[in-house]
């Protein structure tokens, strides 16, 4: 008798890959001030950390799409989970080996980057190729925890520098380590199935020439764009523009906010099968374009706060239902639309933040015109996802 696979013990392996990818997406610019005092680094190259992450995430998404099919699964997401331990390891010892600590920094980040954009490609493809009903669920579940790391990551960092001290940050880097390492064990022993029968799936050429394909894209350069620019600068407004103290500032925003996300992803996770998920983005879209008015014309300071926790809500599906939604309507796209997907996706949520950040400085610092100028983003979701909804072109 043919002994049944346990694609249970896949979904929390994969649970764990979304964490890590948390962990290392948002450990490091918990240290920007430390690092900026420690090393004498200036903000400006400190800044130069998120888009050198961004980056190599693209850059990940692009070989992906190319070469990960040829490779296989799972080498790929087995590497993804040593370079992401090796890369927070490297980020607490390589800056003490060069004389410009800064480069020690940069190499770090390059590596646990790379790990993360390999999790963001293959976790959610592993996932779909299981025999799980009610996929789009199953999607909006995993996809969860990335936020439930990142409120993890940014609550327990914040208690152990409580408790020991922000000198010992090294330590935490090491000890947050282990948990990709010890993920590592796991992707190689959990059921991995292929997405596509060998040969069947569309090669990326294939994808370029399909007009539904592009729409996908810009969905996800919209989704990116929308979820990354409030989550970056969410602690700033709730600080600078609605008064709040600093503190309060990083736990009532980035926190908040990435609780609301969480949540948004499991109603759906758990309540999806029972929705259209092409109206649920939609209203979706439409909730995060109030949010971001909301944020940037109140002037109650309260009404602020809510629009900012209450978009974490709205751009919760954006990601894993983009992905969902693409998967059934192009079947044979394989691996290469997951990777074009994901470097969409980062590619929206490089711009993003960068777009609100230069409308706030030409407003002399002034957030609430960044945050009006963000208002585009969540456009640009709702049209994309319109035209997906009411066009029955699959080619």
Known sequence: MTKQKNYRKTLITCYLGFITQAIVANFAPLLFLRFHSEYGISLGKIALISTVFYITQILIDLFCAKFVDGIGYRKSVVFSQILSAAGLVGLAFLSKYFSNPFVGIIISVVVYAAGSGLIEVLVSPIIEACPFENKGSVMSLLHSFYCWGTVGVVLLSTLFFAVFGIDHWRILACLWALLPLLNTFNFMT?????LTDEGKGLTINELFRRPMFWLF????????ASEASMAQWASAYVESALGFSKNIGDI?????????MGLSRVVYGKCGHKMNLTNFMLGSGILC?????????SANPILGLIGCIVCGFSVGIM??????IASSRIPLGGTGLFALL???GDLGASVGPGVIGAVTQNANDNMKAGMLAGCVFPIILIISVYLIKTTKLNK
């Open 252 to 260: 009532a925003g980035p926190c908040m906010f990435a609780v609301s």
């Open 217 to 224: 894209i810009i969905l996800m350069i919209g989704a990116g």
């Open 289 to 297: 374009f109030i949010c971001y008015l909301l944020a940037a014309v």
């Open 319 to 324: 990601w894993p239902g983009s992905i969902s």
């Open 342 to 344: 994901a470097m969409g």
């Open 190 to 194: 959990c059921p991995i199935e292929r």
